[in-house]
């Protein structure tokens, strides 16, 4: 078993930026692919970004694309997503997700993750 801790959450201003962190219980680096999902009012859980075991695949929905950044400390056993150029669009809860295995496909389905996060509020409000 892995528990995963989301911390990072806040209220920012449009434009603004956050960084999510993600720690695992224990070693992760080694052999598990990590996602970050999100989940907005009213809405279906979606995915966001993913990170293969080694970081060398990385993977993100359009929405994200070019203003988030999925990377990762082995040493620390801790997966971020630095957050850039918000909108209000982005404002929901974000999950962080692992996958036992080394995989270099994209993940992008919640039931691709057998070990989940609490989850931790982002707004972006003015």
Known sequence: QVQLAESGGGLVQPGGSLRLSCVASRRTASSYHMGWFRQAPGKEREF???????GGFKYYSDSVKGRFTISGDNAKNTVYLQMNSLKSEDTAVY????KAGRFIGRLSGESDYDYWGQGTQVTVSS
């Open 95 to 98: 999950y962080c997700a692992g």
């Open 48 to 54: 966001v970004a993913s990170r293969s075991w080694n």
